[in-house]
């Protein structure tokens, strides 16, 4: 039998037919169009399904089950979507609608912990059975799979490693608390810095890289500057790895995953961002005699969703 | 059947026969002299065991198999204690002579994620699938059970909370790292800054407890002060207990649990830790529209460990 993956996002829904072993063999996508009524956003995600599965060669039929990753909190139970900031939404009867529509069982799940999930099924954290998969975004999200399953917690909301409190009395979080660690390790956290040093120091090459026009600082602006050496942008990146470093020791101290995957904008660094991680990870973490979790690149960027939600649908109807 | 329960501790080895359901039908204990060759430590303890079954009117065929909690890093499946601190211990092969002595399966499992499954069976947090347990004492010790097991994650080294880092560049720990959640919410951190306060004001009613001998602060000694409304412990203790809500909201935003019990010295506080405890996690939880654990006192003592451990030992019998 084969499952849908549905990655629905702000700006786009793309939807994948995936086989038992997590290969994606057809997918296509749709915009969001997060404005209209969530009805009309689960009719088109609805033709989508049909089309991909038609487009892949294959009939309704052969679709056991589909899942869905959504950017907010969801109850797979009843089908609903709690809330869902991005798109505006709240208690969107999205599963129900979905199934309905398709004559199919539709689970849904966070949009991070379905990642996490195709990271271990299919990319850099293959085989793992206790992962977590963090991506390093506008904000910080995260997922954890234990025992090659989603784990979310007793409620649904756990897995909310970016607002880990890593600075008492730290930076002001959108959240409302303070010190988040996302403050810190976030492509928003890189620019925010950035700009300060670019303030600071006209001569700074971040100030070069965006001739003066500080809006332009993004964060490989400053991962740039800092592999040509700039000494701001050193220090920055030093101090924004090893807050980076610090969270994924808490990670490792609490749950020790077997395999620990970094994706979104800022992993697009690859090495330069892997190998110092690694180095202050391993000397920071509690245990230092015993093994700990492997620190990878997450691989299957957007695919990750796809993947995660189908086999997350799979693994819940074979439960 | 029934099960040993066995709490190795610095001090004291208290051991316990324990019925399919957790209750501890009779128990005893011996000292520990950890000075000893391990080899005589384990002597003594298959001796106490055998004294309990007789004296429990049992025979050893009675029991189905013994589980020990240890102040330290165990490999349950080769039977080996890889390092006890406080005992002096390195790679000891407790659980294969234990198990030699006395013809019977032996399992072995840190003392803190065993007294964590202790509450669950049979304590404050009884019936939850997914809680944590927290122990306030001159450390802060921690254990993680799912599903009703313990969790320790891939190499048996999780469920390291006291170390979590709650102030990146804060307080430096024993442990190397700094900032780690234990140097704020230990009774060492109440004993510490009630120190300071009572050099800072000779005035201070922390002072005027111990006739001014600093050396006498006790964890109890700032917390009395704080109920009689001394200003310095007023402070000392407010920042104490938010820096306690803040560690267990990273453990609710990350694990979501059922249930969260605190235990150890400081928890004889009573309500007068936790009703502000719980008032400080609500006001900060990053999902504030969904339900989150319920904050709980240990209600076990000493007797969490040999319960836990063994069920414990029952759980991995069965498993």
């Not at 991005?86 to 199934?99: K, S």
């Not at 309905?100 to 069982?105: H, I, S, Y």
Request: charge should be negative; include cysteine.
């Amino acid at each position: 039998m084969f499952y849908l993956g549905v990655d629905l996002g702000g700006t786009n829904i793309a939807i994948g037919l995936v086989d038992e072993q997590g290969n994606i063999l057809h997918k296509d996508s749709v915009p969001t169009l997060s404005a209209r009524p969530p009805a009309e956003v689960v009719d088109d995600m609805a033709a989508l399904c049909r089309k991909v599965t038609a487009d892949a060669g294959k009939s309704m039929d052969d679709i056991a089950a589909v899942g869905i990753g959504v950017p907010g909190l969801t109850i797979d139970e009843t089908g609903v979507v709690v809330f869902a900031t991005n798109l505006g939404w709240h208690d969107v009867h999205m599963g129900t609608q979905l199934g309905r529509a398709l004559n199919k069982p539709v689970h849904m799940d966070n949009d991070a912990n379905v990642a996490a999930l195709g990271e271990v099924v299919a990319g850099g954290m293959r085989g793992a059975k206790n992962a977590i998969f963090l991506t390093l975004g506008t904000g910080v999200g995260g997922g954890i799979v234990l025992d090659g399953k989603i784990f979310s917690g007793t409620h649904h909301v756990g897995g909310e490693v970016g607002h880990m409190i890593t600075v008492i009395n730290g930076e002001p979080c959108t959240c409302g608390n303070r010190g988040c660690w996302e403050r810190y390790t976030s492509a928003t956290a890189l620019i925010r810095e950035g700009k300060k040093a670019a303030q600071r120091n006209p001569q700074s090459l971040i100030n070069k890289k965006v001739a003066g026009d500080l809006d332009k600082i993004s964060a490989r602006t400053v991962i740039d500057a800092a592999r040509e050496e700039d000494a701001d942008a050193v220090q920055i990146y030093r101090d924004y790895i090893e807050a980076l470093a610090l969270g994924i020791i808490n990670l490792i101290n609490l749950l020790d995953p077997e395999m620990v995957a970094v994706g979104g904008g800022v992993a697009a660094a690859g090495d330069f961002l892997l190998e110092p991680l690694k180095a202050c990870v391993a000397s920071h973490v509690f245990y230092k005699d015993a093994p700990h979790a492997e620190i990878v690149l997450a691989v299957l960027g957007n695919d990750a969703g796809i993947i995660g939600a189908a086999v997350d649908a799979m693994n819940k109807e074979n439960a």
